[in-house]
């Protein structure tokens, strides 16, 4: 069955990085994109980025774009979000999530999702 | 940026009602719409995928309409397992983006 673990989160002071994997079994993960997708507490769903199934094509949510990194290592079955220049509004729990096998950038499988906090 | 806007944003209802949630995309976004169902603490879970299709294993009486910019979720009759937030996702072009919710609670 599709497993999606991710790890990483914890406390971290503003303009502070972290790094964020998420590991991957039970699917071909090279065959797949894959996103995070964030959620602030006791608020909606955030879409933070996507790569593509090979990594050459990424994307990234406005809020993020040029301070997070999502990366992948097929040989290992594991996603990455490298986060930079962490804000307080980053402080939200963080999903991974598969591509959907119906279509194209919807969400089929979720992991447990990591907290990140950030605080001075 | 698409946006999408999605109501109620709360419904209180009882089991063995017919629910309705609403998404609206300010832009044509054909049939690239999607359903999450989201428990307290859980991860989300997808419903429907491309407006009306059924993710497998999701129960029958849970339906989904719409093309262009106005779609709807249908609970056909409420079961105490619904009780939970629902959000719509528009997968036609990135950023992609998430309606703001529809909280359904117990009458």
């Known amino acids: 069955q599709v497993q999606l673990v991710e790890s990483g989160g914890g406390v971290v002071q503003p303009g502070r990085s972290l790094r964020l994997s998420c590991a991957a079994s039970g699917f071909t993960f090279s065959s797949y994109g894959m996103h995070w997708v964030r959620q602030a507490p006791g608020k909606g769903l955030e879409w933070v980025a996507v790569i593509s199934y090979d990594g050459s094509k990424k994307y990234y949510g406005d809020s993020v774009k040029g301070r997070f990194t999502i990366s992948r290592d097929n040989s290992a079955n594991t996603l990455y979000l490298q986060m930079n220049s962490l804000r307080t509004e980053d402080t939200a729990v963080y999903y991974c999530a598969k591509d959907g096998t119906g279509g194209p950038f919807y969400f089929d499988y979720w992991g447990q999702g990591t907290l990140v906090t950030v605080s001075s | ?107």
């Open chain 2, 1 to 107: 940026d698409i946006q999408m806007t999605q109501s109620p944003s709360s419904l209180s209802a009882s089991v063995g009602d017919r629910v309705t949630i609403t998404c609206r995309a300010s832009h044509s976004i054909s049939n690239y719409l999607n359903w999450y169902q989201q428990k307290p603490g859980k991860a989300p879970k997808v419903l429907i995928h491309t407006a009306y299709s059924l993710q497998s294993g999701v129960p029958s009486r849970f339906s989904g309409s719409g093309s262009g910019t106005d779609f709807t979720l249908t609970i056909s009759s409420l079961q105490p397992e619904d009780f939970a937030t629902y959000y719509c996702q528009q997968s036609y072009s990135t950023p992609l983006t998430f309606g703001g919710g529809t909280k359904v609670e117990i009458k």
